[in-house]
């Protein structure tokens, strides 16, 4: 067990004695990595903790500060942090069953990065600790969080997050995790065995592996907390379970978009085996494979709870989920809006509402159902296909119900309507749309449902679920898969990321390619690089190839480039690396462009924020975020930005007591818009951005700079649409701001 207190007393006679330079810390043990934390919480400056590979055994490393200092720890460096290789595999942080693992608090805004670590066997059920987030937990004043190419596994905790909990945040971005095997017990409606995600937030979670977590309570996989705004795609969400949202559980006022991910084998003992959307939520499904889930209560699939919000379901798979109460596939309560567009809804079962169960309460609630498969579904009581009660309140006056150009069975046993509407004979009566195969949901070249769409649907999409034209032949074919001659798939060729780093002296960078979508057939691509910033032939070395894939191959082909190491001046570099001419009928997926930065070694000195000791480092992040949002490069004046350690002698900065006091940009020219991030000025008084030609919507952030006394925004081509809130802080220190944006067109 680490002596936190000893290493406390050590870290503050650390930061006494080099707080100007404790900015990068390079970490090979346990007892380092605590002091690096608590160092990093005291010295007044934006950390960065570089993780050597190897194993690091204790529980709650600590970081726990007061300051406005931004943190982010890497994992995967090679001895003395020369080069990195970001593989969670290579760098463990193991909880060893005691207590948390990793523990970050904030009362300030601090934003938070986590990259390239195993986070595992974390234990948060001791009452004298935290009992949530038992592999990572992080709390921070509207700060933004980032967790990138981790491991979190085998965590447990009381209440929330089992594998991660994040509460306070602003942001919080998750990209490339593997989220498996964590827990949470049930206690005071606690939930997320994976991930626990707070209120308020907004939420991107892309590219993730959460697979095979528990909560006694809600979200198996995934919570949202209670009016967030979550943004899921192409992530991977199976075999979770918990009581509710077995896979995903968005609370109360939450707006769900969820694209792409496949969503599969999750259970819940309650309702919303792969995805519960608690009340008043707005949610989008697009592209997504929800298949195999299974809930005792309602929404075998997916469960809608009762809202006054829209739900946009589109081209979506949702097959074989089970449930004992109502709603196999879809269980959607009481919308303002729904719209089902073009989705295979097959072989769901349920006691009512095999594929879909509906119900509308208002009479001005409305249902659009177009050009979907909804077939082969079964209910033991009513509504094999489609349960609809278009009569929820009761008073004999139909909500409006538009149902055109399906496939479902429109006998009794088959479609259950509250008050009985006329079937419009666009719908086909349950003929078999001929799928290729089982759990193949393709059509063959004789499906009935081929040409037998409405192109008139409600937010017809322009693809079908592969990306394919979702109009081929004049009209649309019904279910989520256009049909395209011979069926055969020879798949999406992409990278695995659009970003990539590489250090100067790292030697090479290699990019991964992934065929997805698809395997059918011999396909290549061509790869190569182009300059942006960096040069090939003295940053990098020119590279071009051809990448293969035979029929039936699915597996990731790499692509490597060499990089030069030089003694020169140069700050960080990019260049591009591109993918084009597909052949056998692959097409190019997303992101089909990669941007690789080279960053200096180390060995020669560079300009840089870390370098810059006269005023914090978040200060000068917010000075070079406005000089690359305002075309600084092209400023009258720029004498000293972006070159000289010293902003307080740049042209238009002023300094008092080691912060921005004024900022004097009048008449120079600026072109382009003001950059959020100049809300980390706290202490700034003067602000003079007067007659450039800066244009874009003035952003809400400018209102925490709280010591402001004088602004002058005059004469630019700002948007004067803003915030009735933000008007009125601009009209008390800006009068008339709003009639002199006049010196560009819009």
Known sequence: MINLKRLLI??????????????????????????????????????????????????????????????????????????????????????????????????????????????????ATDNSNSSSGGGLYIKTA?????????????????????????????????????????????????????????????????????????????????????????????????????????????????????????????????????????????????DNDITGNTANGSGGGVYFGSSKKAILIINNVINANTVNGNGGGLYIQQPDTTILTNNTISNNDANNGGGVWLKLKDDTDSADIYNNIIWNNNAVTKGNDLYINNDGNSNFIPSPLNLFSNDFDQSLSGAYIAIAIVIDPSNLNNLDPLFVDDGDYHLQASSPCIDAGDNAAPSLPTTDKD???????????????????????????????????????????????????????????????????????????????????????????????????????EGDETFIVSLGNPTGGAKLGKPDTAEVTITDDGDTEKFNCKKV?????????????????????????????????????????????????????????????ISKKLSKLKKLKILLLNDNELSGIIPKTMMKLKKLKELDLNDNCFSTKVSKKLKKWLDGLNPGWDETQTNCLY
């Open 142 to 286: 509207e700060g933004e969080v980032t967790l990138s190419n981790n491991l979190f596994s085998g965590n447990k905790a009381k209440d929330y997050g089992g594998g991660a909990y994040i509460e306070g945040a602003a942001t919080v971005t998750l990209v490339d995790n593997a989220i498996t095997d964590n827990k949470t017990k049930k206690y005071n409606h606690g939930g997320g065995g994976g991930v626990y995600i707070g209120s308020s937030s907004t939420v991107t979670l892309t590219d993730n592996d959460i697979t095979g977590n528990t909560a006694d309570d809600v979200g198996g996989g995934v919570y949202f907390n209670s009016s967030s705004t979550g943004t899921l795609t192409g992530n991977e969400i199976s075999d979770n379970t918990a009581d509710y949202g077995g896979g995903v559980y968005f609370d109360s006022s939450s707006t769900g978009t969820l694209t792409d991910n496949d969503i599969t084998g999750n259970t819940a003992n309650g309702s919303g085996g792969g995805v519960y959307f608690a009340k008043n939520s707005t949610v989008t499904l697009t």
């Open 467 to 569: 990306g394919n034209p979702r109009i081929t032949n004049g009209t649309v074919d019904i279910g989520a898969y256009e049909q395209t001659d011979g069926q055969t798939k020879p798949g999406k060729l992409q990278f695995s990321k659009a970003k990539y780093k590489v250090t100067e002296n790292g030697g090479t960078v290699t990019l991964t390619v992934k065929r997805v979508k698809g395997k059918d057939g011999k396909i290549t691509i061509d790869c190569a690089t182009s300059d942006e910033t960096a040069t090939a032939g003295s940053d990098y070395t020119q590279t071009s190839d051809t990448l293969n894939w035979s029929d039936g191959d699915d597996a990731d082909k790499t692509f490597t480039i060499d990089i030069i190491d030089d003694s020169e001046v």
């Open 613 to 673: 000791t006269e005023i914090p480092k978040k200060e000068c992040k917010a000075l070079i975020a406005l000089y690359d949002s305002t075309d600084g490069e092209n400023w009258v004046d720029n004498t000293g930005w972006n070159v000289t350690n010293t902003p307080c002698n740049w042209y238009g900065v002023t300094c008092k007591n080691g912060s921005v006091e004024k900022l004097e940009l009048f008449s120079n020219n600026l072109n382009g818009s």
């Open 10 to 123: 050590f870290a503050l006679m650390f930061c006494m004695t080099h707080a100007t330079y404790a900015a990068t810390f390079c970490v090979s043990t346990a007892p380092e990595l605590q002091i690096a934390l608590t160092t990093a919480a005291f010295n007044g400056e934006d950390d960065e903790v570089q993780v050597v590979q190897g194993s690091y055994v204790g529980s709650r490393f600590l970081f726990l500060s007061g300051e406005e200092f931004d943190l982010s720890i890497e994992g995967g460096y090679t001895a003395g942090c020369a080069s990195r290789v970001v593989d969670p595999i290579n760098t463990v942080i193991d909880g060893n069953s005691v207590g948390n693992v990793l523990v970050l608090v904030s009362n300030n805004v601090v934003d938070f990065v986590i990259d390239g670590l195993t986070v595992k066997n974390g234990n």
